[in-house]
C-alpha cells in the first residue's frame, strides 16, 4: 500500500501541468490611431531598463542581467515600431547594474544621448510576491498538485520621451499581470496557455499601444 501510494503521488508530480492566463492592459489608448506619414523624419534613442522584484524577498527592484531579460524582445521593438512613421533612424541601449564598474559603457550612452532628436526611457518591470509563491509551492507539494496554486505576476511599463535638450515631454505607463495555475489536471491544456506566449503578448501589447498613442497625439514631430 505505501509502495502504491508513493507511486501515486510521484505521477501525480509528473504529470502536473499548468496554465497561464493574462489580465488586459491597464491605461490602454482608446482614441483612434493616426498616422505622420507627412512629418519629418526624426532620430530617435530607446534606452531599456529591466527591472525584477520579488516583493518579501528583494529589498529594490534590481536591473536584470543580459541573459535574463525576456527572450526575443528585440523582434517586439521592430514590430512595434511601424506604429511610427516618421522614425528616420535610431539606436537602442540596455541598462545593466554592471555599468557602474565599466566607463566604457556609460560613455557609449552618453555619446548616444548627445546625437539624437528625442530619448525614449523605457523601464520594465516585473514584480511577484515572494510569500504568494513560497506558501503556494508548499501547499501545492503538500497535496501533490492536487490543489490548484496560482501565482501571480505583475508587469508594467514607464515610457518617458525627452527631446534633445533632455526636456520631458511626455510620459505613458501602462499595467497587466498573469496568473499562472498549478494543478495535475492542467497538463491537457498547458500547451496553449503557456507562461511564456502570455508575457511575450503583454510586452508586445505595451510597446505597440504606447507607440500608437505617441503616433496619434504627434510627439516626434520636431516644432
Known sequence: MKKFIVILVISLFLISGCASFRSGIQGK?????????GAG?????FIFDHYKQSKGWDAIPKLEGKYDIIRDFDNFLID???????????????????DVSEPYRRAQKDSLLAVHDFIFR?????????????????FSSLSATVLPIPYKKNYSVTISIYNSEDVLIKTYSREASITKWV???????????????KTEEIYIQ???DIFR???AEKVLIKR
Not at 30 to 36: D, F, I, Q
Not at 122 to 138: P, T
Not at 188 to 194: A, D, G, V
Open 80 to 98: 512595434a515600431m511601424n506604429e511610427l512613421s516618421n522614425v528616420g533612424k535610431y539606436n537602442t541601449y540596455t541598462e545593466y547594474a554592471t
Open 213 to 215: 498613442q505617441v503616433e
Open 122 to 138: 523605457v523601464k520594465f518591470n516585473k514584480e511577484n510576491s515572494f510569500a504568494q509563491y513560497f506558501l503556494g509551492a508548499l
Open 29 to 37: 489608448y482608446e482614441g483612434a490611431a493616426e498616422k505622420n506619414f
Open 183 to 197: 494543478q495535475s489536471v492542467l497538463i491537457f491544456i498547458y500547451p496553449f496557455y503557456t507562461e511564456k506566449k
Open 41 to 45: 523624419k526624426v532620430s530617435v534613442l
Open 206 to 208: 505595451f510597446l505597440h
